[in-house]
């Protein structure tokens, strides 16, 4: 294997705009994280996060699509890579105005997570529901092949797939709260925008 030089550690939050009027107002919150690993408790919970916080279901969703109507749409993406990759949050907003806001909610949302352990009843049934929609999915030859397939490409190991959900189902609100505290933090942090603006206007 080649020996591929480790990126030095980002020190504060970094920013970057692109000015385009026709586009989209779109707000980018893209975390560094670690590489992937079947028993790690990080990476786990780190997908558990995608799901609770940031999910069609989630409270901030609700909140600024459904009833504020600040943003078109919003989501997090979190991948499974062999190489320390992104956690980003997404936001497309009906006025380039309110990204400060919704930038505020995300975080605020970020600060519960942080602060306060995830209810035991919605981490059951969150962790439930993604096991067996997962389990569901695995319908027809093509898809389990494509999905071990995929945990070979990431980890070299056929394996990994049963060592990565029997770790996800035995996560706790702890293992939540102390990820989330460790890989959400300033200095790991790239804020992207685009709006017809001169600048982002996110600090």
């Not at 070299?156 to 933090?185: H, I, R």
Request: charged residues 20%; hydrophobic residues 35%; contains cysteine.
């Amino acid at each position: 294997k080649p020996e591929i030089p480790e990126e030095p550690a980002q020190q504060e939050t970094r920013y970057t705009h692109i000015q385009n009027e026709g586009f989209i107002p779109t707000l980018m919150l893209n975390y560094k994280t670690p590489a992937f690993s079947p028993t790690s408790k990080e990476s786990a919970a780190l997908s558990l996060i995608n799901q609770l916080a940031f999910s069609e279901r989630s409270d901030l969703y609700k909140k600024l699509v459904v009833e504020e109507q600040k943003c078109l749409n919003l989501w997090a993406s979190y991948y499974f890579t062999s190489d320390p990759y992104l956690f980003s949050v997404n936001a497309l907003s009906r006025d380039e105005n309110v990204l400060p806001e919704v930038k505020e909610a995300i975080d605020a949302t970020i600060d519960d997570l942080q602060t306060n352990p995830v209810d035991s009843t919605l981490l059951a049934q969150t962790k439930s529901n993604i096991k067996y929609s997962f389990l569901m999915s695995l319908d027809d030859p093509q898809n389990i092949a494509e999905t071990l397939s995929y945990y070979i490409w990431v980890t070299g190991d056929p394996n990994s797939m049963n060592q990565y959900y029997d770790t996800f189902m035995n996560l706790t609100a702890e293992d939540v709260m102390a990820t989330a505290q460790k890989y959400f933090q300033p200095e790991r942090l790239t804020i992207a925008t685009i709006s017809s603006k001169e600048e982002g206007g996110i600090q």
